[in-house]
């Protein structure tokens, strides 16, 4: 059960694009179409942005988007704005009834 | 409302014993699955537990198991985790969480517990 691997910070500024990444094993990112990607604003709970890989909940702006290849799975957060401002944490779907977060990426936006 | 809402977070000495609830409300509570999830001060998101919507399987992340139990009462809408022997690396924020086919669709704002002597 070791945490999915991010980058610690990203930086981009307003109205660009922004990619985080999230690499694990063939045991979880790479085995399962179950990854999905949660905003945190400080102090706040964890909100879901991103499900089954591509898939976005109803109300979130269609600035984010997700995808994967292989081991390693993407959020793209076109756009920037500076409410996008938070820690992002993918998580996914491990097998045997487990689940496994990233340590996640606080992204910066100039 | 669709709110989960947890309690029972505390400051609590190593070795001993507490137990977390979260209350469901505004939705079909004996239908969904349900986890915890907890997240050190200043750190990521672990994943706990889950139980299945009616509480015939149980799994746990490996640094709980033995320690942690998770358990629901469905008539009363509320989602439970019983922290035994709790140690210093369980000081964390504790949040219940929703499962849809997979995914974690709704939390709760979550409890605190701090174990320290």
């Known amino acids: 059960q070791s945490a999915l691997t991010q980058p610690r910070s990203v930086s981009e500024s307003p109205g660009q694009s922004v990619t985080i990444s999230c690499t694990g094993t063939s045991s979880d990112v790479g085995g399962h179409n179950y990854v999905s990607w949660f905003q945190q604003h400080p102090g706040r709970a964890p909100k879901l942005m991103i499900y089954?890989?591509?898939k976005r909940p109803s109300g979130v702006p269609d600035r984010f988007s997700g995808s994967k290849s292989g081991n390693t799975a993407s959020l793209t957060i076109s756009g920037l704005q500076a409410e996008d401002e938070a820690e992002y944490y993918c998580c996914s779907y491990a097998g045997s009834n487990t689940w496994v977060f990233g340590r996640g990426t606080k992204l910066t936006v100039l | 409302q669709v709110q989960l809402l947890e309690s029972g977070g505390g400051v609590v000495q190593p070795g001993t014993s507490l137990r977390l609830s979260c209350a469901a409300s505004?939705?079909?509570?004996?239908?969904?699955?349900m986890h915890w999830v907890r997240q050190a001060p200043g750190k990521g998101l672990e994943w706990v537990a889950v139980i299945w919507y009616d509480g015939s399987d149980k799994y746990y992340a490996d640094s709980v198991k033995g320690r942690f139990s998770i358990s629901r009462d469905n008539p009363k809408n509320t989602l439970f985790l019983q922290m035994n022997n709790v140690r210093a690396e369980d000081t964390a924020a504790y949040y219940c969480?929703?499962?849809?086919?997979?995914?974690?669709?709704?939390w709760g704002r979550g409890t605190l517990v701090t174990v320290s002597s």
């Open positions: 505004g939705f079909t509570f004996k239908s969904y699955g």
């Open positions: 089954d890989v591509t």
């Open positions: 969480a929703r499962e849809d086919t997979w995914h974690f669709d709704l």
